[in-house]
């Protein structure tokens, strides 16, 4: 058997970046080495890199989202990237959407261990979920699919003027392109790639801004929000 991988020690980095919620961000670091390769949330080759490559890529998204505003973070998986944009934002609402059953119990437990107050726990598909949870300001995302679904699945969520802010990699810009016509059919008025963490994690983190305009989805999705909406407004009256 395989000797686990030793969790390194947090960088100086760290410190800056979560502040008072530096403790807890190293109980959320030794939770995702020790519970999150167990239950196969994380590999283990990503133990020595944790730091780098997940919290504190993660957490630097912060510099991209608006203040007091609601969050959605589809396929959350093991907290990534909601679980440290919480940590350094406790202004934010945030949902963590996250379909598999190990999954979001692991993030229960994360969140009621850091007594991340501010942070909801939704089992679900985000195409499942338009007209069950509330349309939010800002979806992000990180690691779930190409652009084009991600998108599909994601700008529907957001509330009119919304945005989507997903961390990719070397290829934002070629995944940009080549979703350009899905954004567009999808309600998305403008595009961009941002780098953010400078000072904080090198390479810098990229990420992928969709901002839609009064119709989030476009056409293909106005029907089943207006059908959402009178839904809700029928359960309301009850």
């Not at 020690?9 to 403790?23: K, S, Y």
């Not at 979920?129 to 699919?145: E, I, S, Y």
Request: hydrophobic share 45%; with cysteine.
């Amino acid at each position: 058997m395989t000797e686990a991988a030793e969790l390194p020690p947090a960088p100086e980095e760290a410190r800056e970046v979560f502040g008072d919620r530096f403790d807890d961000a190293v109980r959320y670091a030794e939770l995702l080495a020790e519970a999150g390769v167990q239950r196969g949330l994380i590999g283990p080759r990503e133990v020595p890199r944790l730091w780098e490559r997940h919290l504190l890529n993660c957490a630097v998204l912060s510099e991209a989202v608006p203040e007091g505003v609601t969050v959605c973070d589809v396929g959350s998986g093991a907290g990534l990237p909601g679980i440290p944009l919480a940590l350094v934002r406790d202004d934010l609402n945030i949902t963590l959407l996250e379909p598999l059953l190990r999954r979001t119990t692991f993030l229960t437990e994360v969140v009621e261990l850091l007594g991340l107050d501010h942070v909801t726990v939704v089992r679900g598909r985000a195409e499942e979920m338009l007209g069950k949870v509330p349309p939010v300001h800002v979806v992000t995302a990180r690691a779930v699919a190409p652009l084009d679904r991600l998108a599909t699945w994601g700008i529907p969520l957001l509330r009119p003027y919304g945005e989507m802010l997903a961390l990719k990699g070397d290829t934002a810009e070629e995944e940009l392109k080549a979703a350009s016509t899905a954004l567009s059919k999808l309600g998305a008025v403008s595009t961009s790639v941002l780098q953010v963490g400078e000072g904080v994690v090198d390479p810098l983190s990229t990420v992928v801004r969709v901002e839609v305009g009064e119709s989030p989805g476009g056409v293909r999705f106005a029907a089943k929000r207006a059908k959402a909406a009178r839904t809700s407004r029928t359960r309301r009256r009850r």
